[in-house]
């Protein structure tokens, strides 16, 4: 399945696009798939600047997920008093703006033991097993990420 962008949402975020799944057209390329870092998840729900234009092509005409580890992180951080979120349902409202939900699963829990780089954030390190076993590329702006010349990490 792909994703279009389909106009504007509120769902308690300000001002955003709104993407709808829909069948493709066998005859069109296959859509690029993309683990979105919890950082540009949070900018798309918020419309954040920092999101450029391009990213928000990326994120708009391509096939989306976000991992239950991100909306983690952005709870925990949300707890702390560091990260304001909307009242309701997280996951609603991801899945509202067409974001598929990546679980945690065991064997992403394995991979990250076998992670060839050093990067010591365990939301990170999960994002990217994640991604690496389900054959998806992570897009990020974390520069620590991005200097791990990791394959399959790309700049959003």
């Known amino acids: 399945m792909g994703w ?22 066998r005859r069109q390329p296959a ?5 979105l870092d919890t950082h540009l998840v949070y900018w798309w729900m918020t419309a954040d600047a920092r999101l450029g234009k391009a990213t928000q092509r990326i994120i708009a005409k391509s096939e989306i997920a976000v991992s239950t580890a991100s909306m983690w992180e952005m ?3 949300n707890a702390k008093g560091k990260l304001p979120l909307p009242q309701g349902s997280l996951a609603e409202q991801l899945e509202a703006q067409g974001f ?20 010591n954030d365990p939301f990170d390190r999960l994002l990217i097993a994640q991604a690496h076993d389900e054959r998806l590329t992570l897009l990020t702006r974390d ?14």
């Open 143 to 156: 520069a620590a990420i991005l200097g791990l010349g990791l394959d399959g990490v790309v700049e959003g």
């Open 4 to 25: 279009v962008a389909q106009g504007k949402n509120r769902l308690g975020f300000p001002e955003n696009q709104r993407i709808h799944r829909r069948r493709i057209d």
């Open 31 to 35: 859509l690029k798939r993309y683990l």
């Open 100 to 119: 598929v939900l990546l679980p945690i699963l065991p064997r992403h829990i394995e991979a990250t033991r076998s992670l060839a780089c050093t990067h």
């Open 75 to 77: 709870t925990l951080k």
